[in-house]
T-cell receptor, first 113, second 113 residues
Framework: EPEVTQTPSHQVTQMGQEVILRCVPISNHLYFYWYRQILGQKVEFLVSFYNNEISEKSEIFDDQFSVERPDGSNFTLKIRSTKLEDSAMYFC???????????FGPGTRLLVL | DQQVKQNSPSLSVQEGRISILNCDYTNSMFDYFLWYKKYPAEGPTFLISISSIKDKNEDGRFTVFLNKSAKHLSLHIVPSQPGDSAVYFCAAIWSGSARQLTFGSGTQLTVLP
C-alpha cells in the first residue's frame, strides 16, 4: 500500500541553524501538507501546498518557514533559523484532492538545543 | 481556540467490549469529520470519516456517529481488541478551508486483555 515517507526520523540542531525536513507524498496525490505536534499538545496545521504554491497557511507558518517541491517527488519544509519552541514532531501529509482524506507520514522529531 | 474537543484524555476497555470515543466541536461550518489512530513514534493513521450530510458511517468494527444538532460525534469500536490500544484523534474540516484539518487533543484508548 502506498504511503507517505519522511526523512530524517530524528533531527537535532542548534538554535539559529537551518533545517530541512523532507517528505515523499503518495505518488498520485496532488495536495501536500505540513503539520506539527509539540509534545503534549494538539496536532496543528502549518501549511498546504497545491500546484506548486501555498494554498493555505496558519499563523504559525511565519517568515522563518518555507515549503518547496524541488522535483516531482519530494516536498520539503525549511526552517531558516530554528528556535527552541520549534522543537516538535513534524508530520507531512498528502491527499488526492482538497476534499479527500489526508494520509500522514511517520513524522520527523525535531529537537532544537 | 478549541474548536474540536476530546474531553476524555484516556479510556480503558476490556477486550471484546465496545469502546466509545467522543468528540465535540464548536464550529458549525465544519462539514467533514475524520478519526485517526496514532501509535507512539508513528504518524496518524486514517480510520474512518463522515460527511455532515450523514449521521452514521460504518467500516468493519468501526462506526462513526454524527449528531449535528449537538455538534457531537463518536467512534464506536466493537469488539475492541488489544491492538486497538492507541491514541485516537478526532479531526474536522470545512469547505471554506478545505485543506486544513483541525484536530482534537486525542484520547488514549487502552484495551485490556
Amino acid at each position: 500500500e502506498p504511503e507517505v515517507t519522511q526523512t530524517p526520523s530524528h533531527q537535532v540542531t542548534q538554535m539559529g541553524q537551518e533545517v530541512i525536513l523532507r517528505c515523499v507524498p503518495i505518488s498520485n496525490h496532488l495536495y501536500f501538507y505540513w503539520y506539527r505536534q509539540i509534545l503534549g499538545q494538539k496536532v496543528e496545521f502549518l501549511v498546504s501546498f497545491y500546484n506548486n504554491e501555498i494554498s493555505e497557511k496558519s499563523e504559525i507558518f511565519d517568515d522563518q518557514f518555507s515549503v518547496e517541491r524541488p522535483d516531482g517527488s519530494n516536498f520539503t519544509l525549511k526552517i531558516r533559523s530554528t528556535k527552541l519552541e520549534d522543537s516538535a514532531m513534524y508530520f507531512c501529509a498528502s491527499s488526492v484532492g482538497s476534499q479527500e482524506t489526508q494520509y500522514f507520514g511517520p513524522g520527523t522529531r525535531l529537537l532544537v538545543l | 481556540d478549541q474548536q474540536v474537543k476530546q474531553n476524555s484524555p484516556s479510556l480503558s476497555v476490556q477486550e471484546g467490549r465496545i469502546s466509545i470515543l467522543n468528540c465535540d466541536y464548536t464550529n458549525s461550518m465544519f462539514d467533514y469529520f475524520l478519526w485517526y489512530k496514532k501509535y507512539p513514534a508513528e504518524g496518524p493513521t486514517f480510520l474512518i470519516s463522515i460527511s455532515s450530510i450523514k449521521d452514521k458511517n460504518e467500516d468493519g468494527r468501526f462506526t462513526v456517529f454524527l449528531n449535528k444538532s449537538a455538534k457531537h460525534l463518536s467512534l464506536h469500536i466493537v469488539p475492541s481488541q488489544p491492538g486497538d490500544s492507541a491514541v485516537y484523534f478526532c479531526a474536522a474540516i470545512w469547505s471554506g478551508s478545505a485543506r486544513q484539518l483541525t484536530f482534537g487533543s486525542g484520547t488514549q484508548l487502552t484495551v485490556l486483555p
